[in-house]
């Protein structure tokens, strides 16, 4: 048997003994033993629904904690995917600064400085 199926006997055993101690007591209050009875399905219907909702709880926190770490994979890897973009793109617009500031320096309008206004 493993751990879990050994855990989930000794909190069922441990729940059949409370179900055993109420029933005990009611019976002992002077309720009849027939109530008592055709109670039971019904308290282990609900014990049953109970642990259900637990363990629908427990899933539902898991699966929050797994959706949120996904979420916050997926944007930092956007924010680390448009921090290259913008990388390129100011990459490329230095590139095209000095382009333009090589050919001012080459161009017609420095030759015509140059014979207007001699240095």
């Known amino acids: 048997m ?5 855990e989930q006997l000794k909190r069922e055993t ?6 055993y101690n109420c029933i ?3 019976y002992e209050q002077g309720v009849p033993f027939n109530e008592l009875k055709a109670l ?12 259900i909702k637990r363990m629908l709880e427990n899933n539902n926190e898991v699966l929050l904690s797994m959706i949120s770490k996904e979420m916050s994979f997926l944007l ?12 390129k793109l100011d990459q490329l617009i230095r590139q095209q600064q000095s382009f333009r500031k090589s050919a001012a320096s080459a161009g017609p309008i420095k030759k015509l ?6 240095a």
């Open 14 to 19: 441990k729940d059949d003994v409370r179900l």
């Open 40 to 51: 039971i399905p019904d308290i282990r219907r609900t014990r049953e629904q109970l642990h």
């Open 2 to 6: 493993g751990n879990n199926a050994l």
């Open 76 to 87: 930092d890897a956007k924010e680390r995917q448009q921090e290259e973009e913008f990388k």
């Open 24 to 26: 005990k007591e009611l």
């Open 113 to 118: 400085k140059q014979l207007f206004l001699p």
